[in-house]
């Protein structure tokens, strides 16, 4: 093996001594400058493309705090959702009383229970009779004008500032005599 050392050292040693001649530096500056600038402008491929928007997914650390971060989510979605649905139910269970007057029916009420009692030949629970079409006409024709009446008497009442004071010490007056059970 000695010959083949000797032989590979001479050749260096040649190659070595022999000193390239630059007899025009601006061409092979040129050449080079061209070369490279093909470099950077040469195609961009899909899976080069892919490679950069996705190669975050072989780094182990990121995959398992984005999955943690998306189960994280999606539990806050769950739990939102339950309390909008409990928060649903419970206003489904609200009532809702739209009219101004507390504790009186409206007319339309009152007049499609009845309708209901004739129409189904039942009696009315507090007396067993039952009701004729001329006494329920009446009797929605006296709840409509009740209602009018109270109407016109909470009117005079909001205008008239000193009825109302009136009245509100009688309504006290009435709370205090009463025996509270």
């Known amino acids: 093996m000695k010959p083949e050392n000797e032989k590979y050292k001479k050749v260096l040693d040649l190659l ?10 601006d061409g092979i ?20 493309l892919v490679d950069f928007l996705f190669g975050w997914v072989y780094i182990q650390w990121v995959r398992r705090s984005l999955i943690a971060a998306s189960i994280a989510l999606v539990l806050v979605f769950v739990y939102q ?16 009383i739209t009219e101004k007057e507390s504790g009186s029916a409206p007319a339309y009420g009152i007049e499609k229970m ?13 007396k067993n009779t039952t009701i004729s079409e001329r006494q329920m006409k009446e009797l929605i024709e006296s709840v409509n004008e009740l209602q009018l009446k ?22 006290i007056e009435n709370n205090h005599s009463k025996i509270n059970l």
């Open 16 to 25: 070595r001594k022999s000193k390239p001649d630059l007899d025009s530096t």
């Open 150 to 171: 109270y109407k016109d008497l909470e009117n005079l009442i909001e205008e008239d500032p000193e009825l109302k004071e009136m009245i509100e010490k009688k309504l």
């Open 81 to 96: 959702q339950s309390i909008i649905l409990k928060r649903i139910d419970y206003l489904s269970r609200q009532a809702i």
């Open 29 to 48: 500056e040129r050449e080079v400058i061209k070369r490279i600038s093909r470099v950077n402008h040469s195609r961009l491929f899909l899976s080069d």
């Open 114 to 126: 009845l309708m209901l009692y004739r129409n189904s030949g039942w009696r009315l629970p507090s």
